[in-house]
């Protein structure tokens, strides 16, 4: 499966149960949620999936019965990246092969703190062993370091990296736009960065976001394309503070918190994340507009 129609690609929570395990039913429920409401592609296992904190036979048990209950309705990204270039590799092969997972999400390497020539190191080194193709993360307020340009550039060249999620403003997606190859995959990470990355000619978002809001997304994405740029613009702004608000603590929180309050349930968060304040809720409900 291509990506051709995956604008709004959502970096999915992963469902809990009461005790903080895996919840499967859960699962399925939010991917239909989803499905229904906008989303043209999944990113399992990712930050906002609270990837860091799930055992590996947790995130491969995930990842299957991910691919499984979407059956190929849209494309299905892994996140596989860690800051060990040797377990990378092993992570991101046992991912490939499970069935129906279409590519992998590969960070940049995280407090380590590599140099542009370690991250080309790096990458390289992870295309040409895996068995997916893959996209690099740069998101430098996580990571500690910023894959450059020009980096990104000649990673763009190898035949095994298909895109980018980039987490630093549409200034420099712009410029990343403008030197890599018209069929390399350039999204932002940023759901605030959604409509300017659009209309510098990004793909899309892998949106947090899109969990609430995806019809008005793709509503916003339609306009421009029919070149209702002020209707794009009104949207836009209508979902700018509710996309702050849903960072207004450590992510995946708010976005939990919203949807269990409108019955998609999925459970709390895994320490160090704590689920959000019991006296904010309210608060938070309403700058959701929910």
Same mark, same amino acid.
């Given at each position: 499966?291509?990506?051709?129609?995956?604008?709004?690609?959502?970096?999915?929570?992963?469902?809990?149960?009461?005790? *903080?395990?895996?919840?499967? /039913?859960?699962?399925?429920k939010?991917?239909?949620?989803?499905?229904?409401?906008?989303?043209?592609?999944?990113?399992?296992? %990712?930050?906002? %999936?609270?990837?860091?904190?799930?055992?590996?036979?947790?995130?491969?048990?995930?990842?299957?019965?991910?691919?499984?209950?979407?059956?190929?309705?849209?494309?299905?990204?892994? %996140?596989?990246?860690?800051?060990?270039?040797?377990?990378? =590799?092993?992570?991101?092969?046992?991912?490939?092969?499970?069935p129906g @997972?279409?590519?992998?999400?590969? @960070?940049? !390497?995280?407090?380590?703190?590599?140099?542009?020539? &370690?991250m080309?190191?790096?990458f390289?080194?992870?295309?040409?062993?895996? *068995?997916?193709?893959?996209?690099?993360?740069?998101?430098? &307020?996580?990571? &500690?370091?910023?894959?450059?340009?020009?980096? =990104?550039?000649?990673?763009?060249?190898?035949?095994?990296?298909?895109?980018?999620?980039?987490?630093?403003?549409?200034?420099?997606? $712009?410029?990343?736009? $403008?030197?890599?190859?018209?069929?390399?995959?350039?999204?932002?990470?940023? /759901? $605030? /960065?959604?409509?300017?990355?659009?209309?510098?000619?990004?793909?899309?978002?892998?949106?947090? $976001?899109?969990?609430?809001? *995806?019809k008005? +997304?793709?509503?916003?994405?339609?306009?421009?394309?029919?070149?209702?740029?002020?209707?794009?613009a009104e949207?836009?702004r209508?979902?700018t503070?509710?996309?702050?608000? +849903?960072?207004?603590?450590?992510? !995946?929180?708010?976005?939990?918190a919203?949807?269990?309050?409108? *019955?998609?349930?999925?459970?709390?968060?895994?320490? !160090?994340?704590?689920?959000?304040?019991a006296?904010?809720?309210?608060?938070?409900?309403?700058?959701?507009?929910?």
């Open positions: 499966m291509d990506f051709t129609r995956a604008e709004i690609i959502t970096a999915m929570v992963t469902p809990l149960d009461e005790q *903080g395990k895996l919840d499967f /039913d859960r699962l399925q939010l991917i239909e949620h989803l499905l229904q409401t906008g989303t043209q592609g999944i990113l399992v296992a %990712g930050t906002t %999936g609270e990837g860091p904190t799930l055992s590996e036979a947790e995130k491969l048990a995930l990842i299957k019965k991910t691919v499984e209950l979407v059956a190929d309705r849209v494309p299905v990204i892994a %996140g596989t990246g860690t800051n060990n270039t040797q377990t990378t =590799i092993d992570f991101t092969n046992k991912v490939a092969e499970i @997972v279409n590519a992998a999400l590969v @960070v940049v !390497p995280y407090y380590n703190k590599p140099d542009q020539r &370690g080309v190191a790096h390289e080194t992870v295309a040409a062993a895996s *068995g997916l193709p893959l996209f690099i993360y740069n998101i430098p &307020g996580r990571t &500690g370091v910023e894959m450059q340009v020009e980096t =990104i550039a000649r990673l763009a060249k190898n035949k095994n990296i298909i895109g980018l999620k980039d987490c630093t403003g549409n200034v420099n997606l $712009a410029k990343i736009k $403008a030197v890599v190859p018209e069929d390399f995959l350039v999204y932002t990470g940023e /759901d $605030a /960065d959604a409509l300017a990355a659009k209309t510098i000619g990004a793909k899309g978002v892998i949106s947090v $976001a899109s969990h609430l809001y *995806g008005k +997304m793709r509503k916003m994405y339609q306009a421009v394309d029919e070149g209702q740029f002020l209707l794009a949207l836009m209508d979902l503070p509710k996309m702050q608000a +849903m960072f207004s603590a450590p992510s !995946p929180s708010p976005t939990k919203a949807l269990n309050h409108i *019955g998609i349930a999925v459970g709390g968060c895994r320490l !160090p994340i704590l689920s959000y304040p006296e904010k809720l309210n608060e938070l409900y309403q700058k959701l507009d929910l």
